[in-house]
């Protein structure tokens, strides 16, 4: 464990061990950030009278401006430091989702003042997703596949947290007091922005050796592993994003209930597969795991979405959730091997295909459902292009590796 500590281990706080719990805690606020507002959504359409449509744009707007971060970080964030631009993601979080809890009420038209914190803390998203990854792969930690797929899961497991935790919240002082919930969520990235400010944090081209902009960009794997980014995002924001009103208004059962067996169903199963592979990496073809992952994404929305039993439509809610949780992390590892040089840009650009696929998957769930009067099944049945676009993606990318191999084998 001597690779952990720096400055002769005189503080705790100076171990590389924290700067990775600190970044699990960097993926829990992602998972706050991104999983919150969705448990919301019958709430402000009842008590704020919002359309489906203006409740869909929440989303997309959400993520819209974390793909602006995402485009717009390579420029500043190698200038300022890894360290002060996590600081501020995570101060910037903290504002949204606490204003979140004022602004609706406190301006004249509360969807505006929805915007203004999904404003603050997409933003603060946006940088988390950017930096998390790169600040633990810059550690010097000498099992970082492992750390990395491990990292990945914690968003999963923050997920979990936000669902349970408000679902309990919910039931004992009730949906009403759902600002009170949004100011206590608040806390998490505000503490961890102090956290982080105590532990050493490293920055991946502090050798020198990253690739320029221009030579990532020229190569032809890199855009098959942005339309894998954008697949993966989809695939799994698709379903999680609308599988609480899902199962409240297209199965017809309890918010409690539909929380708990959709998205927090989901978010488990996503979380499992993760900590999966991480345990079993060195074991599996990642290329053929990934697309067997694909197949049963497939299926877990043709299940979701035409099955007339409300419970098998719940099951196939917890298998897309199996399914999609190797397609982003996956992408990542896959995308390391053949870019080991990518450096931040590579990273930053991938989570901005992701995030792109994070918001196209909600809005054309939410657009196919207002055209046809609101009905869910409709929408998630149109979401099946993400996981077959992504296994057609797969079969380019095993192509496009065994004719880079082939020379070197004959």
């Excluded at 995570?90 to 914190?117: I, K, R, S, T």
């Excluded at 633990?136 to 935790?165: N, R, T």
């Excluded at 994404?297 to 298998?319: E, F, I, N, R, T």
């Excluded at 769930?365 to 992504?390: K, Y």
Aim: one cysteine or more.
């Amino acid at each position: 464990m001597e690779n952990y500590v720096v400055s002769g281990g005189k503080s705790v706080l100076k171990s590389y061990r924290h700067t990775l719990y600190a970044s699990y805690l960097g993926y829990i606020t992602q998972a706050i950030v991104n999983n919150f507002v969705p448990l919301l959504f019958t709430t402000f359409i009842a008590s704020y009278g919002i359309s489906l449509e203006k409740i869909t744009l929440l989303v997309t707007i959400n993520f819209g401006i974390q793909l602006v971060v995402d485009l717009l970080s390579p420029r500043f964030v190698d200038r300022i430091g890894y360290k002060t631009s996590i600081i501020i993601a995570h101060v910037f979080a903290a504002a949204g989702l606490a204003g979140l809890g004022v602004l609706p009420d406190l301006l004249p038209d509360p969807y505006v003042g929805m915007l203004a914190a999904i404003l603050f803390y997409a933003i603060g998203g946006g940088l988390i997703e950017v930096l998390i990854s790169p600040i633990v792969e810059a550690c010097p930690f000498d099992q970082k596949s492992a750390a990395m797929s491990l990292l990945h899961s914690f968003y999963c497991w923050g997920h979990v947290a936000v669902i349970l935790v408000s679902t309990l919240f919910f039931a004992l002082a009730g949906v009403h007091n759902w600002r009170i919930l949004s100011f206590i969520w608040a806390l998490i990235p505000l503490l961890n922005a102090v956290y982080f400010c105590l532990v050493p944090v490293r920055s991946l081209n502090e050798d020198g050796e990253s690739m320029s902009v221009k030579e990532l960009l020229s190569g032809k794997l890199f855009w098959i592993f942005a339309l894998l980014m954008v697949c993966a995002g989809a695939s799994e924001q698709a379903m999680s994003q609308w599988a609480s009103a899902f199962a409240e208004s297209g199965l017809k059962v309890s918010k409690t209930i539909g929380d708990l067996a959709g998205p927090c169903m989901f978010a488990i199963f996503m979380g499992t597969s993760r900590a999966f592979y991480a345990k079993f990496s060195e074991k599996i073809n990642l290329i053929l795991f990934m697309a067997a992952s694909g197949v049963l994404c497939v299926a877990s929305y043709l299940l979701a979405s035409l099955s007339p039993l409300p419970v098998l439509a719940l099951v196939g809610c917890g298998l897309c959730g199996l399914s999609v949780g190797i397609m982003w992390p996956g992408t990542f590892s896959l995308a390391a091997e053949k870019c080991p040089k990518g450096g931040t840009a590579m990273f930053a650009y991938f989570a901005l295909a992701g995030d792109l696929g994070c918001s196209s998957g909600p809005t054309l769930v939410g657009m196919i459902s207002d055209a046809f009067d609101g009905r869910l099944t409709a929408g998630l049945l149109a979401a099946i292009i993400f996981p077959l676009l992504l296994l057609a993606g797969l079969r380019v990318c095993k192509k496009m590796t065994d004719r880079i191999h082939k020379p070197e084998a004959s």
